[in-house]
């Protein structure tokens, strides 16, 4: 068994029924466990840890967009109750998607759309825990495949220096994102002057993407990127140089890495795209041994997993039943 695997990963073959197969170390789904602070859950791409263990969620005004909403759209969880403490972010987003939260607790988000006046979007936004916005990255509602632009930016995340990685380069969708977007991860220091960026057009090379949907860190510093429509994991060092294209855990939407586990969280695999291979549901898995070693199966699964304070498993929703996700440790 353990043969068969490290050949299957070597060549960059799918290994599903050597995951799907172990039991996973999660129970059922229990779809819309948390609740907003008014009216039903929207959309939502991200769910994410804070460095004191708070967990925050994105929800998109109890819509598919913040267009026009003077709701919050970023969520503060109280996970005891599922209820939400408080909200920040009104105003400022038309298409909140990526989630992340610094070490100093900041919020992070990306905003993948324009508004219909033209005035706001296309943005990362980092905010103070209290809602101030603390730095903009990107031109408001203005489309660009230079530095001081952005096509869709899907996900951010911060280095252990400060340095800022966005994915950009969401997939169309109709009314929303546009075809034919540059497929990108850029780079940009901690006050957020441009450093670089690798990728371009749509493709399946080493340095290429097709929808890069997430992002995530390592203890070791090395960026993980959920290249979505290449049903990929790319590794890069931080200067993006390629090291690794893992196919072992599925087609990622959303990352979540703690120690030496990666959880990966697959919400659009199917029969029509993965004839007899792939599911919905979330690959666990050794980050060290680049090995999944369980898998959750759901047929709702979301687009952003994390694992709360509690040891219990979190995922963010963005269609019906739109909402927070919970998967009681066993």
Known sequence: MK??????????????????????????????????????????????????????AIDRCGANTCDGSDKGAVVLLDMKTGKAIRSIGAGLFVFPHGLHVDRAGNVWVTDGSVSKDGAKGLQVIKLSPQGEVLLRLGTAG???????????????????????????????????????LDMRVMKFSKDGKFIKQWGGKA?????????????????????????????????????????????????????YISGDRLYAIDADSSEAN???????????????????????????????VVIAPDGNMYGAVNVAPRGITRYQKK
Do not use: C
């Open 3 to 56: 043969l068969v695997f490290a050949l299957a990963v070597a060549v960059g073959m799918p290994t599903f029924a050597l995951a799907q197969d172990i039991p996973a170390p999660y129970g059922k789904a229990e779809n819309q466990w948390a609740s907003p602070e008014n009216g039903a859950w929207g959309s939502t791409a991200g769910i994410e840890r804070g460095p004191r263990g708070e967990i925050w």
């Open 142 to 180: 203005k489309r660009g495949a230079d530095g001081a632009h952005f096509q869709s930016p899907s996900d951010v995340i911060t280095a252990a220096n400060g340095d800022i990685f966005v994915s950009d380069g969401h997939a169309p969708i109709p009314g929303i994102v546009p075809p034919d």
């Open 274 to 304: 993965h004839p007899g291979g792939w599911k919905k549901g979330v690959w666990i898995g050794s980050i060290r041994e680049g090995r999944a070693e369980a898998f959750v199966p759901d047929d709702t699964a979301g687009e952003g």
């Open 203 to 255: 493709g399946k090379g080493r340095e290429e993407f097709n929808n890069p949907h997430a992002l995530a860190l390592d203890a070791r510093g090395r960026l993980f990127v959920a290249d979505r429509a290449n049903n990929r994991t790319m590794i890069f060092d931080q200067d993006g140089k390629f090291i690794a294209d893992w196919r072992q855990f599925g087609r990622p939407s959303g990352f």
